[in-house]
């Protein structure tokens, strides 16, 4: 009787698989979460990157477009006061003149160099209200290759070193041109010339052509000299009858006495 009874224990083996099943069954959801929440953190620092590129790029842009405003404002500027000198006579004219050929048995004079030979230039001279000048170079008859040398046009002052306009690049006809502001008043002129320099060189080479300018006096005035005339001819002047001083006044007290 002993035998027939069975025995309903659970063993040891059954218990611990039905425990290892149920603990994995119940740390799905949370693998599942875990899981998520990760791939939420990698979408939300991709986007952020993202981000970040795009503000960058947008800021590289943004200068850039700035920088070409900046470059096309300046180049505006440039043509207009280039047009405005133009289409100004200034004050006046001057020819610069290549030196004449040595005549055969006088001593004293050079003979005319290649670079000198059928160059002149037109320099018109004029005024600015700042109190400086301008000058406008028309250079023609000059030689396109000068060995290593460059056509320069200098503005020699009453005092001081001499200024340089600016280096002229020849055409293909021999042509050049050259202009600048910001030189000395036009009161300060002694003279204009045309030159070949080395390059980089700070003071008059091998003249070509030279003229001088003539003594002029300024027309326009600055701003503030301006207004300081203005201000001196809105001052009231004295009217007839009004009070004077009190030491004019006892002074006719006194010869009256």
């Known amino acids: 009787m002993a035998d027939s009874i069975a025995d309903t224990r659970p063993t040891f083996s059954r218990l611990t698989e039905g425990k290892a099943t149920q603990s994995w069954r119940a740390a799905i959801p949370i693998v599942v979460i875990i899981v998520a929440f990760v791939a939420l953190l990698a979408f939300l620092a991709s986007n952020l990157s993202s981000s970040s590129q795009k503000a960058a790029t ?80 028309n250079a023609y008859g000059l030689q396109q290759n000068l060995d290593g040398k460059s056509y320069h046009v200098w503005m020699v002052p009453a005092s001081g070193d001499p200024v340089d306009v600016g280096a002229l690049d020849v055409d293909q006809n021999g042509g050049g041109f050259a202009m600048k502001s910001d030189l000395p008043g036009i009161d300060q002129g002694k003279s204009v010339m045309l030159t070949t320099d080395a390059a980089g060189t700070k003071q008059p080479g091998d003249a070509v052509a030279k003229a001088d300018l003539p003594k002029l006096q300024p027309t326009m005035q600055a701003p503030a000299a301006q207004g300081q005339a203005q201000g001196a001819s809105q001052q009231p002047a004295e009217q007839p009858g009004q009070e004077r001083s009190g030491n004019e006044s006892q002074q006719m007290h006194k010869g009256g006495k």
Request: no cysteine; hydrophobic share 40%.
């Open 58 to 137: 947008a800021e590289r842009d943004a200068n850039q477009y700035r920088d070409q405003v900046t470059a096309m404002t300046k180049q505006v500027s440039d043509l207009q006061r280039e047009v405005t000198f133009d289409r100004s006579p200034g004050r006046t004219t001057v020819v610069l003149q290549a030196a004449q050929p040595a005549a055969a048995g006088k001593k004293g004079k050079a003979a005319a160099t290649p670079e000198s030979a059928g160059a002149w230039a037109a320099v018109t001279w004029g005024e600015l209200p700042s109190g400086k000048s301008w000058m406008r170079v």
